[in-house]
């Protein structure tokens, strides 16, 4: 039977902690009778509570500086400008219905707002930001498709280009 890692690792955690309130309370009644062991047993078991406790931190603390060294490009940013690509092309789908009368006008209403409250996001990258106005002013207006699938298209571009492209690994490698 293979017993995996991690409850190992809990496992002579437990002993730990087991160990050092032993270890504590025989002190305490050897220093200080009864009410020494009870204190000997706390402090054993708090101290050992206590390293547990900071080895985790640190062990977050390498993780993050991990993922800092190699994630490139800001995440959030991206997300936030391919939501708003999202909200647009659903707003210019609801203009230009594939069908006649194939959305009303509170779903065209509900869409366009959605889309505009998305691209006045604050963390939204700039570039992205003026393109997505110039789609939604395309789609407020409504006459020519063309114009409107041109400026979408270009909403499209500067998402793709706003986008860190890839992570590195190990400083060579790209995926």
């Not at 393109?131 to 407020?140: I, N, R």
């Amino acid at each position: 039977m293979r017993v995996p890692p991690r409850t190992r690792l809990y496992a002579a955690l437990a002993l730990l902690i087991f160990c050092a309130g032993s270890a504590g309370t025989y002190n305490g009644l050897v220093l200080g009778g009864w009410w020494g062991a009870g204190a000997g047993t706390v402090a054993g078991m708090g101290m050992v509570l206590l390293c547990a406790r900071i080895t985790v931190s640190l062990c977050d603390l390498q993780a993050q500086a991990h993922l800092q060294r190699i994630v490139v490009g800001d995440g959030r940013a991206e997300a936030i400008a391919d939501a708003v690509l999202r909200a647009v092309t659903l707003c210019e789908a609801a203009v230009f219905p594939l069908t006649p009368e194939g959305t009303s006008t509170k779903e065209q209403r509900a869409r366009r707002t959605v889309a505009y409250q998305l691209a006045a996001y604050d963390d939204l990258p700039l570039s992205v930001r003026v393109t997505a106005a110039e789609a939604l002013e395309a789609l407020d207006r409504g006459h020519d498709v063309n114009r409107t699938r041109t400026t979408v298209a270009a909403l499209a571009r500067v998402v793709r280009e706003c986008r860190a492209g890839h992570v590195s690994i190990r400083d060579e490698q790209t995926s």
